[in-house]
């Protein structure tokens, strides 16, 4: 190379100074891999973990990262790699490997940033061209990524500084790991190249002398750099790769600062590392592609704003690395949003999904990859990723372009980017889809490792499944958010805090729990005996039930609780670890079996007898309310009546009082006192002239007998200390006295009040014919048949009276061998209708229904009459249904409900689970 031309690019360079040298000199000597070039080499070989743990990873689904799908899959990892990975079917798990189970999750690889600024920030050299500069030797290996890894990402590019011209080199790095040796993946990775403006305004730089100032070593003023603009930074950085191209390799420059620069880029365009061309506006574009093609440099572009120069080139050519994208949007904020401008405005900036789109059409689909806005971006990664989808590619193409597509435009596919056989053990498991807005990262590996587990918040959980069973149909991969005990939100996207606990089904159907009508659980054994009507069945519910359990085993989360000895009063109770009364009594619970002439008799004089208290209390209640309208007429009368007598006496008071020598009272012609003869003091003082007593007596002075002086009687004197009442005053309304409380008939009071309903137990047609007759005809009582036998006969009956049925223990009769399905005759007499048990077996609930629904009822009318139908027929509006606002009871099936294959995988009352298939208890 030519002295002038060493000169000339010396002159652009500037002195790189002490620190760059000092980097390279320490590069090369110092032995910490970090700083080593030699680990670049080094890097790339097998990972040494301390990781002695075997494990079997098995999801739900696994994405390769090369756009593979795997469901039910398995991945071994032993010493930090991948040693296996398939489908469960085809992937056995040796002896001595530890399972985790995870079928609720999916899988992928680590996510990789084909760019970020974390290396001390991104920030620059005071110098322009700096190509000795490696990012990694500013990287913090301590500094906590927690962040980054709870998004999912585990590898990162760093390059140098945003803001010159040439800043240096990037680096790749793992962002955990067990040593800085196994987490640099290559510590020289590209030179970057910025022909963005934000390079174009490099400061002047001063280099201070050595030695003395004289006239033959004057004193220099700062010296310009490249470039201050375009075409500027173009033509100085012809120069630096023409220059850099000439010199020989075995050549020595010596030790000059802009000498090992220069060196330095010539060491990287011989080793064919990749070169970093950042450019944006159409002329950086087709500036960078011009450097690229005259000094056949191995390209990669990044953050281009438009593809129409780049959709010409040769993707298959390996001289073209790839193009790193920008979205060109910051989550959750407005500003800077591409695509906006008119359709018509020229030139108009693309969309990122719009150039992705078009590069895959131009061959470079795999040459895809991403950075982002800032790096504050990076826990949102995912998130803008699946924006391209905007642009028609499918979710496994975004997927690659955070995973396998980085991977090989960065030189580490060897080592991460896919799960398959001999990479590192990095992956990620999601609560859902990868792309999906609602799925959040559950843990993430690195080397086989746990680097972050989400610490879930026990205030607010989301329950995830195939189908959710909500408003009456099924919500295809729907979720059930729970919090406080009470659904909060339903569908298939659900409101939930971040830190929200997540449990997931895949393949599964949730629906509301169960309510059994009729069961024989909560009090340790049956009831028997007979129970008086005010008895709180709720005081005396079991704990430790152990058929409180098996019952829940069967879905069964709500129940209704009454002795076999009828009349019975009936309470309703969740099924949980500890019985919770829902409401008590609920109903009362009344027979018509036997003889039915004397059940008539006596359940007539029993509901009158019922009827007659209740009747009492109506009107002894009509009579308190018309009392209390009295009263308050009273009081407001008598609070009138005290403010004019206190009117009155405080005028007759100042009547009386008067001011000494006040003479506005006295009649025309009188003298003053003062004009007066004036006695003596005592006589003027006791009103009497001249201090001489005076015959004269007051107008209404009474003579000794008691008698007025005109003759009529005297009124009688009270005795001392007692109130005379006054007969202007208003009169208090006597209170109505109440019935006289029979404690046995209060329940009746609720009964006949329509608060409650009677559940009325009938075994054939006749039954039921008088118990319609009674409760609905004679009595007008909410009633609800209870049984089943006999009602093919009585259905039209039983529709048009307004009763409601529960129907159990037996489902199914036979009629001159004819099978008659008791739910399936009430559903077509749209007669409300619900389920009871009667027995112990309340487990085999779902499996009854499930052979009704078998022989003709249809399926979201026995499940509506299993859930919420039940739930309405006793008022209980707060459970039978996934609503917001409802009580969290839930059930997890396997498969479709009443399916006969279908199982009890879950029960949640209350928002706790209380059965999990499989979990020890």
Known sequence: MSTDRRKMVAGWIGPVGWSVMLLAIVAAVCPCPALSAAADDAATGASSTNAAERAAFRVGELWTGDGQRIADAVLLVADGKIVAVGSVDSTPIPTGYVLHDRRGMTMIPGLILAESGLAE????????????????DGFDFFAPRQELLAAGVTTVQISPGAARLLPGQGSVVKLAGESIETRVLRSSESLRVLLTAAAFSPPTVYEPPVGAVSEVRPLLPTQPQLAGNLSGAVTGLQALFQAAGELD??????????????ETLADILRQGKTVRLTARSAAELQAAVDLAIRFELPALIVQPRATAALEQLDWQADAWRGVILSPGVRPGRLEGVWGLAAEDEEPRRQTAWEMAAALVSAGAGDKLALRLESDEDIPHVRYLAALLQQGGLSAEQVLSILTANPARLLGVADRVGRLAVGLDADFVLLNGGPLLAATRVEATYVDGQAVYESQASAETRVVSAGAVFANGQMVPQGRVAVSGGKITSVGAQVSAPLSAAHDHFPGAVIVPGLIDLGTVVGWGAPVSERLPLQTKMGDYLAMDDEAIAAARRGGITTGLLSSSSLPSPVVAFKLGDRPRVIQDPVALRFEVRGNLTQVESSLRRTLQAGKAY????????????????????????????EAEKKAKEAAAAGGEAKPPGDASDKP??????????????????????????TDAKPADAKPADGKPADGTPAEAKPADGAATEDPAAPKKPAAPQPPRAQEALEPYRALFGGKIPAIVEAGDALSIRLALKLFRQEFSLQTILAGGPGLEQ??????????????????????????????????QQQVPFGFQTKSGAASGL?????????????????????????????????????????????????GPPFDPSSQVLAVMIDGQWVYRRGAKP
């Open 121 to 136: 920030g991104g920030e620059d050299d005071e110098l322009a061209v700096t190509p000795a500069v490696r990012a990694v």
């Open 668 to 693: 025309a012609g009188d003298k003053p006192v003062a004009d007066k003869p004036v006695g003596d003091a005592k006589s003027v003082e006791s009103g009497t002239p001249n201090g001489k007593p």
């Open 846 to 894: 779902a499996y009854a229904i499930g052979f009704a629904v078998h022989q003709g009822l249809a399926d979201h009318e026995a499940l509506s009459a299993a859930t919420v139908g039940a739930a309405e027929l006793f008022g209980l509006g707060s459970t039978g249904r996934l609503a917001p606002g409802h009580e969290a009871d839930l059930v997890v099936l396997s």
């Open 794 to 827: 009585v259905a039209s009956e039983v529709a048009t009276s307004g009763a409601k049925f529960i129907v159990g223990p037996e489902l199914f009769g036979r009629v001159d061998g004819q099978s008659i399905n008791y739910p399936q005759v009430l559903a």
């Open 614 to 641: 209740h009747e009492s209390w109506v009107k002894h209640d009509a009579a308190m309310a018309d009392y209390q309208v009295q009263l308050k007429a009273y009081e407001a009368e008598l609070a009138k009546y």
């Open 249 to 262: 390799p075995a050549a020595s420059l010596g030790t000059a600062a802009n000498d090992v620069a220069l």
